[in-house]
Each structure stands twice: as C-alpha cells, then as structure tokens.
C-alpha cells in the first residue's frame, strides 16, 4: 500500500499504481557531522531534502532558534550548499536563522524549499518567515510550504484551520500562488482544530474550493509546486560530474 519514492517520475508511476507515497529527508544537518561526502551517501540512499539545521546552531549554519555562532551559514555550510546542489538534494530553509536563510539564497545555484513554516506578520515567532523572505523565495523560484504547529499560527490558545489559511492566503498574496505549499508537520505536534491527522486534510481542500481557488491551482499548492522544485534541482545534478 504505501512505497519510498526520491523522484518526480517515481512519484507519478506509484500514484498510478494506487500506491501512498513516502520521500525520505533529513531534518537538520548535523547528521551529515563534518563530512561532505556523507551528503550523497545519503542522497543514493533516496533523500530527497534536507533541511540544514534545526532547534540549534550547528556547524552548517544558524539556527532560527540558535545563539548566531556563525552570524549565518558557516564557510563549511557553502561546502554543504554547493554539494547539495551537484547530488541533487533539495535544501530546506525550514528552521534556519534569517541570515543564513539569505546567505543559502546567494550560494544555492537552484531554487530551495521551507518544507513547514509560516508567516511573521500573523505571528511572530522566531520560526516564521517575514514577508521580505516569502517574496526572496518566490524570487528564487522556490516553494513557501505552511505549516499547521499552533505556535507558529497562534500566540496563545488553540490554532483552528482558519487560523491556518490565514497563513495559506497570506503567504499566496505575497509569494504567489505558484511558491507556496502545504507541510502539516504531523510528527512534530503540528495539529489544529479542524485538521487533526492525514484523514481531515480534505477539509483544506474544502476550504480552498469554497474560497473560489480553482482545480489548477489547488493542484498546485497540494504539491506540484513542491515537485517543480524537486525536478529542477535533480535536472541541474544529472547535469553535474
């Protein structure tokens, strides 16, 4: 019933075929240590993304989270960026410190991924994105997925899925449409009322539809901007020695 997949065309047989699909990824960087060649181990492994930090500093770059060691992404984190980049891993901005965030904009030669965060300007929390970055990653032709974690859509209390497309609208009316995603982060307590668990997500589709979003671009926020993005940066490897 359900099958590993680390490519787009992957992605599509298995759909065909009525299978549910799982893309390996790493969060945070440290699990590469010091070695760079750790970084394709891990993508002949089949990991599709990896996000370059999380709750901390670590030797890539700075953490949204961290104490600035680095004052954004380390000499040895543009070593990472650029490796990432030949072996085809996609690099998530999801956790990183807003330096190093601009820092992997200047350096990465493909466009990234913030596979779960959310808007700044509805809540501001460390882990959100300002609406300057959500318009820098539209700008670099990369993809903005919102996340349902009550504490990056709410201050105090419960978060409810209005709160959650309040996020959503937001990010599309500055980003556009076409860079922005979904990333429900369910293992990482990301819950709200009205979307709980993987079998209340058709209640944002319902709710996309009954905002007048059309068929297209529903499509395109529930994913295929997420995969526009994987087949660039595994084009621009199968490109590379």
């Given amino acids: 019933q359900v099958a590993l997949c680390s490519t787009p065309d992957e992605l599509a047989a298995l759909k065909h075929a009525g299978k549910k699909i799982i893309m390996p990824a790493i969060e945070n960087g440290y699990a590469i240590g010091r070695d760079l060649s750790n970084i394709k181990k891990f993508r002949e492994a089949g990991v599709v993304y990896m996000t370059l930090c999380h709750n901390g500093d670590n030797d890539i770059c700075d953490s949204a989270r961290g104490a600035g060691e680095h004052g954004g992404l380390s000499a040895f984190g543009r070593s990472v960026v650029a490796e990432m980049n030949r072996v085809g891993m996609m690099i998530d901005l999801s956790h ?3 330096k190093s965030f601009y820092d992997v904009l200047e350096t990465s030669a493909v466009p990234v991924v913030c596979s779960h965060s959310s808007c700044k300007s509805l809540c501001d929390h460390p882990r959100n994105l300002t609406d300057e970055q959500l318009s820098a990653i539209a700008a670099n032709g990369g993809v903005v997925q919102i996340t349902m974690y009550k504490g990056f859509l709410v201050k105090e209390g419960e978060a409810t899925l ?4 309040r996020h959503l609208e937001h990010a599309i009316a500055v980003a556009g449409a076409k860079h922005v995603g979904i990333g429900t982060d369910f293992d990482g307590d990301g819950t709200i009322m009205g979307c709980r668990d993987a079998s209340q997500l058709i209640n944002v589709t319902r709710e996309l539809l009954r905002r007048g979003y ?3 671009t529903i499509a395109d926020i529930w994913g295929r901007n997420w995969l526009r993005v994987m ?3 595994q084009k621009y490897a199968a490109q590379k020695p």
């Fill in 214 to 216: 059309d068929e297209a």
């Fill in 162 to 165: 209005d709160d959650f497309m």
């Fill in 96 to 98: 990183a410190a807003e």
């Fill in 231 to 233: 087949s660039e940066v």
